[in-house]
């Protein structure tokens, strides 16, 4: 069920569902070329924060983007889906904490980025940062390298330091509406071949609370 889920990722922004305010925030910046340095993606879990970090990586670094979406088309963007993009960076900080791993990308942060024309490092569970690696990243954050960009993902953004949120352009997720689950799940099943009761889609999507990977 891993790669079923990796499969229907959303791969560009118009695959996102129930965020669309979002989207088009993101999409407008890259178009005009007016990105930030770090973005704070906070919201449920399973709402798409991490697929729009990762669209966005796709996005800031593609060859041919249209209307602001990576083409999935060129090496960059055939890196970041295959899980091999040398510029994207993610940290899942509910298993490393660690204060290492913060001096680690403060240590690597001014080289160049290898690929692309910018670095993103996604910071998962930004909240399970502990004081002291926090700290160490807010000198980052106060004067970042041009070509970093930082996205933070968070389901509890009253735990992060104030003067991190600060630093950031945020971004609330929203829950998905069941109804709009419903239509994603009917149509995965028909792309799928598969044949799904209705009103058992309907109760999947109802049980999932708004949040689309559940």
Known sequence: SG?????????TFDDLVGQEPISRTIRQAIITENVSHAYLFCGPRGTGKTSTARIFTKAVNCLNTTDGNPCNDCTICIAVNEGNAIDLLELDTASNRGIDEIRDIREKVNFAPAQGQRKVYIIDEAHMLTDAASNAFLKTLEEPPPHVIFVLCTTEAHRILPTIISRCQRFDFR??????????????????????DPEAIRLVARQAAGSLRD
């Open 3 to 11: 790669v079923f889920y990796r499969k229907w990722r959303p791969q």
């Open 175 to 196: 829950r998905i509406g069941s109804d709009l689950i419903y239509s994603r799940l009917t149509g995965i099943t028909e792309a799928e071949g598969v044949n799904v």
